[in-house]
């Protein structure tokens, strides 16, 4: 894959914001000289329980990924992370950038059946009035929604404040069309109706327990959740055309070993190659030919909750991000399958700055800025504790970050959980010193700054460092209503240093992602936005799955 200059990737995703693509019949591989087939079970494991079905509470990548396949929204990323058109078919924006109003479909239909049960809508088809029913219930007071990514739209804080009855932006014009009013333009407004919390639900279905039997307009409608493995299946009467596959598992195998142990038996489709087994990977020539390899828009951090001692002080943090040895993480621990970070935004990402210097390790200037935040050789510094949320490389990537902070005198401990508590133990504050990454929610740089840092997204979004300053927020403020590309990507830029200047975060490495799959699949593609974008309604079998698995 060739990587296009950085100046015309600015000027495509402009455009793609302003203007829909896209077809929708199942796609095939342009290498792939055989004709799609109906049938088989794909299965691809996670290796944590924690899922949710309720699109307005998803937070994580393997819920965005399970529940793509059960909504839609009005828009949708392709995997080349292009806003495209799903439930609407068209849209057009005002002049002034303030209004864009939706064309729907006539064709879509909700899921007239969900666990074996017909569903309460009888699958009647969508109109306008689901979209803004959908997005009330979105935007609806609630301490754990995703409602703070659309206060962009007119009166939607208010709403969600409960300081108002009505979303003023929001109004069906007619019974296929919705009007959505900003508050200011927002460059990025069509992206953030792509992400999986702007998934359409039925108001029948939803006033049910969406997260136990969830309702949507997708390709494939819901089975069962037994034994810790998800069951979807086909949807017979999907508007793009019913899937190539009849059921997708995702099983439960918390070990990766196991997990790429059950792919070489055949019992997974695809599956993530472990750090351990990737040398072994590339140089096999059985398996090598179906490995798939991408830059991921992501980034894996170690968070410091700046409300809290020792990490109050920034002389605390900028010692923190010399003494850890990134380099030999990323080569030891991840077999230089990463790239160390030189501060948020990715490479190959809108915004992404070359010349950032970021932090290098360094352990005198280490020793030098603890010392000036007043504990030489670490004496009298607390004895601080590192949260994981459980897996191999967490638990590795500690042991390598506690031996590099006793090399400054500086006791540390861990303390490793699933990640439901993980994340709840984050959002509510009490952890003071936490692994975190994150994968961009939309292609824009205001997905990773703005979410991450701005002020107003302390407690209510996932600024969980509790991040605050004042010049921050004026910068991403700026730069999210700047209509000029080239002017956001100053602005971003420039709040980008002040934050790497300020080490809220021990900046530890960009993501990249490698998958193996079997022979027989078809269809496969990853995207930059991760395996959450993973569309399964494209992907088929060429043969009986057992007749062409790897045999090792």
């Given at each position: 894959m060739y990587t296009m200059p950085r100046l015309?990737?600015?000027?495509?995703?402009?455009?793609?914001?302003?203007?829909?693509c896209g077809g929708d019949q199942p796609s095939v591989p342009a290498t792939d000289n055989h004709q799609p087939t109906r049938g088989g079970v794909y299965r691809r494991a996670f290796a944590d329980s924690y899922i949710v079905l309720d699109p307005v509470l998803i937070k994580d990548s393997n819920s965005h990924e399970v529940c793509r396949q059960l909504y839609d929204g009005l828009v949708e990323f392709d995997n080349d992370a292009r806003v495209v058109p799903a439930i609407a078919r068209e849209w057009k924006i005002s002049e002034d950038k303030l209004t864009y109003?939706?064309?729907?479909?006539?064709?879509?239909?909700?899921?007239k059946s969900a666990a074996g049960q017909p569903t309460r809508n009888n699958g009647r088809s969508v109109n306008a009035d689901d979209v803004v029913f959908s997005f009330r219930r979105l935007l609806q007071p609630r301490e754990d929604s995703q409602a703070s990514f659309f206060w962009v739209i007119k009166g939607a804080r208010e709403?969600?404040?409960?300081?108002?009855?009505?979303?003023?932006?929001?109004?069906?014009?007619?019974?296929?069309?919705?009007?959505?009013?900003?508050?200011?333009p927002f460059a990025p407004f069509v992206s953030l109706l792509a992400m999986i919390n702007a998934g359409i639900v039925a108001r029948e279905d939803a006033e049910g327990e969406l997260d136990r039997m969830p309702v949507g307009t997708g390709p494939f409608r819901w089975v069962t959740r037994a034994s810790d493995t998800i069951v979807l299946e086909a949807n017979e009467d999907y508007f793009r055309g019913r899937p190539w596959l009849d059921r997708l598992e995702f099983p439960v195998i918390t070990d990766e070993s196991a997990r790429f142990a059950a792919f070489l038996a055949g019992n997974l489709s695809h599956v993530?190659?472990?750090?351990?087994?990737?040398?072994?990977?590339?140089?096999?020539?059985?398996?090598?030919p179906f490995l798939l390899e991408s830059n991921l828009w992501g980034t894996n951090y170690l968070g410091m909750n700046l409300k809290k001692p020792p990490f109050d002080n920034p002389m605390v943090r900028k010692a923190f991000n010399y003494?850890?040895?990134?380099?030999?993480?990323?080569?030891?621990?991840?077999?230089?399958r990463a790239q160390v970070a030189n501060g948020v935004l990715p490479p190959g990402f809108p915004g992404h700055d070359d010349a950032l210097t970021g932090y290098s390790y360094n352990l005198e200037k280490?020793?030098?800025?603890?010392?000036?935040?007043?504990?030489?050789?670490?004496?009298?510094?607390?004895?601080?504790?590192?949260?994981?949320?459980r897996d191999p490389i967490h638990a590795r990537t500690a042991e390598f970050v506690l031996a590099n902070l006793r090399d400054i005198g500086i006791n540390c401990s861990v303390k490793e959980v699933d990640f439901g508590e993980h994340?709840?133990?984050i959002e509510s504050g009490k952890t003071a010193f936490f692994r975190m990454g994150w994968t961009v929610d939309y292609p824009d740089p205001d997905s990773f700054l703005y979410t991450l840092f701005h002020s107003s997204n302390i407690g209510v979004g996932y600024n969980f460092s509790g991040f605050n300053i004042a010049e921050v927020d004026r910068l991403l403020d700026n730069a999210r209503f700047e209509t000029e590309m080239s002017h956001r990507v100053e602005l971003y830029r420039q709040a980008e240093k002040l934050i790497v200047e300020e080490a809220p975060w021990v900046f530890m490495y960009f993501y990249t992602i490698h998958v193996l799959y079997q022979?027989?699949?078809?269809?496969?593609?990853l995207s930059s936005m991760g395996e959450s974008l993973l569309q399964y309604r494209h992907i088929w079998f060429s043969q009986t799955p057992a007749a062409t698995q790897i045999n090792r």
């Open positions: 015309l990737v600015q000027t495509i995703f402009m455009l793609l914001l302003l203007c829909g109003t939706f064309i729907l479909r006539n064709d879509v239909h909700f899921h709403f969600s404040e409960g300081k108002s009855a009505e979303i003023a932006g929001l109004r069906a014009v007619a019974s296929d069309t919705v009007e959505f009013v900003l508050e200011k993530d190659v472990p750090d351990s087994q990737y040398r072994n990977v590339k140089q096999d020539p059985k398996l090598s003494a850890i040895d990134r380099d030999t993480i990323v080569k030891l621990v991840l077999n230089d280490a020793r030098q800025h603890l010392a000036q935040a007043g504990f030489p050789d670490g004496k009298g510094f607390p004895e601080i504790e590192l949260q994981y949320n994340l709840n133990n022979p027989h699949v078809r269809g496969l593609v």
